[in-house]
């Protein structure tokens, strides 16, 4: 079991400046806005703009915009500073590079030379959930068809795995575990274009910003292992994490950015902060009306036990009015 140490509490936002935010984001930033400050803790609002193609600083400004308009504060990091600066990942990429290189010393990590289609066709569907598992075939390359393949290709990076069974008991969920090699295969920390993944950018980032509280949706769950290995062999301390219900439609299909009417533009158009705040917190089970409410007046009120752990699904009409 992994053990986590830090008696204060420090979580983060860490949203995807990709677009407006939508109400899945701000359901999963008031539970982590709620379990910090419930217990007194610090909040860093980290911009995960690794991908120079999707993401925007104008996205970000808006973020960062509507989280205040929400009433949804951070302590330390964008906008604001902070000892473990810079906030935004795209101003990291040094930091990531000598990661990167903690574990090429260590033998972790191979070029993989794998075009997409080569890279469907080497793995193998999990079989539970359908996921691709990479077999890990460039792994075995020798020195000289590297060099060969260089010639040709820029390759990605990988970091492979063992054969080894990682648990860890989420502080929401409870218990959760995954062999890598069988469940996940060697994965990507740096793309064939230089931009370093996400898996590895978000470990090294929470350990070096020393959080110790990692509230985010559980699409993200199934990454947690991949995550918990990397804090093993970077040397930090992992968080604890609470992965949060993830908001559904009628039809049990995911919000996401293509529901543009739930998006904070067109929200912020017909509800105050506090209407946005009531409906969200009713839906996470802090209260049994969807009043209009705001995020210090529930703080008071917050409890892990009463949000729900299974997908919530959204009924429109309570967001077609005030
Ligand atoms: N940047 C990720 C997202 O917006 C969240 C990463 C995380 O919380 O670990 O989906």
């Known amino acids: 079991m992994v053990e986590t140490v830090g008696d204060v509490i420090r979580g983060r936002f860490a949203p995807s400046p990709s677009g407006r935010m939508h109400l899945g984001n701000v359901f999963t930033a008031l539970l982590a806005w709620l379990s910090v400050r419930a217990k007194g803790g610090t909040l860093v609002l980290r911009m995960e703009d690794l991908d120079p193609d999707r993401c925007r600083e104008e996205y970000a400004q808006q973020l960062a915009e509507d989280l205040e308009w929400l009433g949804l504060s951070w302590d330390e990091g964008y906008g604001k500073g902070g000892p473990h600066g810079p906030y935004r990942q795209s101003e990291r990429t040094d930091f990531y590079a000598a990661q990167f290189e903690r574990l090429a010393d260590r033998g972790l990590v191979y070029p993989c030379y794998c075009t997409r289609a080569q890279r469907l066709a080497a793995s193998a569907p999990h079989r539970s959930d359908g996921k691709l598992v990479y077999d890990g075939r460039c792994r075995a390359l020798t020195a000289e068809e590297r060099q060969e393949l260089d010639k040709h290709r820029r390759p990605a990076w990988r970091v ?33 274009d230089g931009v370093y993944a996400y898996q590895l950018a978000v470990v090294a980032d929470d350990g070096d910003m020393e959080i110790n509280e990692v509230v985010r949706g559980q ?61 969200l917190a009713f839906l996470a089970g802090l209260q049994e009306k969807p009043q209009s409410v705001t995020p210090a007046e529930l703080a008071g009120v917050f409890a892990w036990e009463k949000v729900p752990v299974c997908d919530v699904t959204v009924d429109r009409t309570l967001w077609q009015n005030p």
């Open 219 to 279: 699409d993200l769950l199934d990454s947690t292992p991949r995550q918990l290995f990397l804090y093993k062999k970077l040397g930090y301390r992992p968080p604890e994490f609470y992965h949060v219900p993830l908001l559904v439609d009628p039809d049990g299909r995911r919000l996401s950015k293509r529901d543009g009417d739930l998006d904070m533009g067109a929200l912020r158009e017909k509800f105050t902060a506090g209407e946005i705040v009531g409906r």
């Open 160 to 192: 492979a795995v063992p054969d080894e069974e990682i648990l860890f008991t989420d502080r929401h969920l409870g218990l959760y575990q995954e062999d890598l090699s069988r469940d996940c295969g060697d994965f990507i920390i740096r793309r064939s």
